[in-house]
T-cell receptor, first 114, second 116 residues
Framework: NAGVTQTPKFQVLKTGQSMTLQCAQD?????MSWYRQDPGMGLRLIHY???????DQGEVPNGYNVSRSTTEDFPLRLLSAAPSQTSVYFC?????????????FGSGTRLTVV | AQKVTQAQTEISVVEKEDVTLDCVYE???????LFWYKQPPSGELVFLIR??????QNEISGRYSWNFQKSTSSFNFTITASQVVDSAVYFC?????????????FGPGTRLSVLP
C-alpha cells in the first residue's frame, strides 16, 4: 500500500499563477482532507470530503477549490496564487470505524509563492 | 466550537531528562477523540496515540506516557529519559465524534529540542 501520495513535493509559483496539488490514496478511505501548516498555527483545515461528489469548506477555504470525482483522488486547486498561500500543504484520509489512527497523512507539499 | 491549546511553544531539555508536553482542549461534545502526532525534522506527520473520551486510563508505551484528565480537559504527553531522536514538533489534536474523520482540530504544536 502506498497510503496517501501527494505531488509535487516542492513548488514555486509566481503571484497570480494557478496550479493543482495532487492527492491520491489507495486505502479506499471515505474521508479526505486538505490542511495547511504555518509556523505557530498548527494545521488548519482548508477543505474536506466525506465521499465522492461531496466536498465542504473548512476553516480557511478562500483561494482554494477542490473536487472529489473518485474515492481515490482529491486535488486542491489554487486559482490565483498569492504570497499568503506560501505554506506546507498536507492531504489526509480516514475511514471512521475502520481506522484507529485518525488520519493517514501524505508527506506534504511545500509551496512558495513569490 | 473545538479548540486545542498547547501553551508551550518550544522546550529544550538535555538528553535523559523527562519532559511533559501540555495539551488543553475545548469541546461541547461528550464523545470525542484526542490524538498526539509527531513531526520530525523530515516533515512527515507520525501518529502516536488516539484516546476516546470514555477512556480515562493513562497509557504507557515504552518511554512515552499519556495522562488524560477530563476534569481539567487535558491530555498531556510525557517522554521519559528523552533522546535526541525525540526532537520534533508535537501536535495535539481533537476530533468530535459527530464529525469524526472530517475535521481534526490541531493545536499550534510544541517544538521539543533534546540536546546531547
Amino acid at each position: 500500500n502506498a497510503g496517501v501520495t501527494q505531488t509535487p513535493k516542492f513548488q514555486v509559483l509566481k503571484t497570480g499563477q494557478s496550479m493543482t496539488l495532487q492527492c491520491a490514496q489507495d486505502m479506499n478511505h471515505e474521508y479526505m482532507s486538505w490542511y495547511r501548516q504555518d509556523p505557530g498555527m498548527g494545521l488548519r483545515l482548508i477543505h474536506y470530503s466525506v465521499g465522492a461528489g461531496i466536498t465542504d469548506q473548512g476553516e480557511v477555504p478562500n483561494g482554494y477549490n477542490v473536487s472529489r470525482s473518485t474515492t481515490e483522488d482529491f486535488p486542491l486547486r489554487l486559482l490565483s496564487a498569492a504570497p499568503s498561500q506560501t505554506s506546507v500543504y498536507f492531504c489526509a484520509s480516514s475511514a471512521p470505524g475502520q481506522n484507529n489512527y485518525g488520519y493517514t497523512f501524505g508527506s506534504g507539499t511545500r509551496l512558495t509563492v513569490v | 466550537a473545538q479548540k486545542v491549546t498547547q501553551a508551550q511553544t518550544e522546550i529544550s531539555v538535555v538528553e535523559k531528562e523527562d519532559v511533559t508536553l501540555d495539551c488543553v482542549y475545548e469541546t461541547r461534545d461528550t464523545t470525542y477523540y484526542l490524538f498526539w502526532y509527531k513531526q520530525p525534522p523530515s516533515g512527515e506527520l507520525v501518529f502516536l496515540i488516539r484516546r476516546n473520551s470514555f477512556d480515562e486510563q493513562n497509557e504507557i508505551s515504552g518511554r512515552y506516557s499519556w495522562n488524560f484528565q477530563k476534569s481539567t480537559s487535558s491530555f498531556n504527553f510525557t517522554i521519559t529519559a528523552s533522546q535526541v531522536v525525540d526532537s520534533a514538533v508535537y501536535f495535539c489534536a481533537l476530533s468530535e465524534a459527530y464529525n469524526y474523520g472530517q475535521n481534526f482540530v490541531f493545536g499550534p504544536g510544541t517544538r521539543l529540542s533534546v540536546l546531547p
